[in-house]
């Protein structure tokens, strides 16, 4: 049988669905014939010979062969899991960005300090979408020394006119009260945090600083920020650098 089958080229499965279709075939013929019996007994045959072409491809040596493939460990791909590549460490200190420029009126220097929440928020319409607040440390020669609060977009609940309370927690100490202003122009994205030296001796001793300040129908969102390996050298150099540079 398997020599018949290797010389007509036929797989046993294909031989029994030829079969089938030919008993098929030779079923509708007896019943046109008026060879009920037949024709039905034929129709019988073709409905029960796939079971036994499902057998015999369950117990043929190819079907177990590749059963047995399938299951090998060597064959299961899924269950090979690459290692996880390691994370990349950010350089302390990389987080921040400086820069300096000539004040045109006093023809001194102005400089900033200044690195991006690593949390972001998310307010209703018409300020909807991530975005994230900034924290700048500023020197400038004719409006001294400040530190300022700034998001996208949005509504800070404090004017210019009149003083408000934001809340700072440098790490994990209790979190402090500091007196905050809006700017002379009552723009509602940026405030002027008061006491400079305050802020500043006790963020340079932290690693992470929040900031709680009251948003027009957001209560007051947190920001957080990663303040490790601010660098007073690059904020403020002891030799001012070239007019011009950044």
């Known amino acids: ?7 007509a080229g036929l797989t046993p499965t294909q031989f029994y669905e030829v079969l089938i279709a030919g008993a098929f075939l030779l079923s509708i013929f007896a019943m046109l014939r008026k060879r009920i019996a037949a024709g039905l ?3 019988c045959a073709t409905m029960f010979l796939p079971l036994f072409v499902d057998t015999f491809d369950a117990g043929s040596p190819a079907g177990v062969t590749a059963a047995r493939s399938s299951s090998s460990p060597s064959s299961n791909t899924s269950a090979v899991t690459p290692p996880a590549s390691t994370p990349s460490v950010p350089v302390e200190g990389t987080q921040w960005a ?5 004040d045109p009126m006093s023809g001194s220097r102005a400089y900033r300090a200044y690195v991006s929440s690593t ?11 991530e975005q994230h607040a ?9 409006y001294g020394k400040d530190v300022i609060l700034q998001i996208e977009r949005g509504q800070f609940l404090v004017r ?11 790490d994990e100490d209790p979190p402090l009260t500091f007196s905050a202003i809006g700017p002379a122009d009552n723009g509602t994205e940026t405030i002027f945090i008061q006491n400079y030296p305050r802020f500043v001796s006790r963020m340079m001793k932290a690693k992470r600083v929040r900031i ?10 947190v920001f957080e920020f990663d303040v490790r390996g601010f660098s007073v050298e690059r904020y403020k150099p ?5 007019s011009g540079s950044k």
């Open 134 to 142: 900034t924290l700048f440390l500023r020197t400038h020669p004719r």
């Open 212 to 221: 709680a300040a009251p948003v027009y129908k957001e209560g007051s969102p």
């Open 98 to 102: 400086y820069q300096s420029d000539e």
């Open 119 to 129: 949390n972001t928020v998310d307010f209703d319409f018409p300020y909807a979408g």
């Open 41 to 43: 007994l034929l129709l």
């Open 238 to 242: 002891a030799s001012p650098p070239a």
């Open 1 to 7: 049988m398997g020599l018949m089958l290797r010389r």
């Open 160 to 170: 210019s006119y009149e003083a408000s309370n934001v809340l700072v927690r440098f």
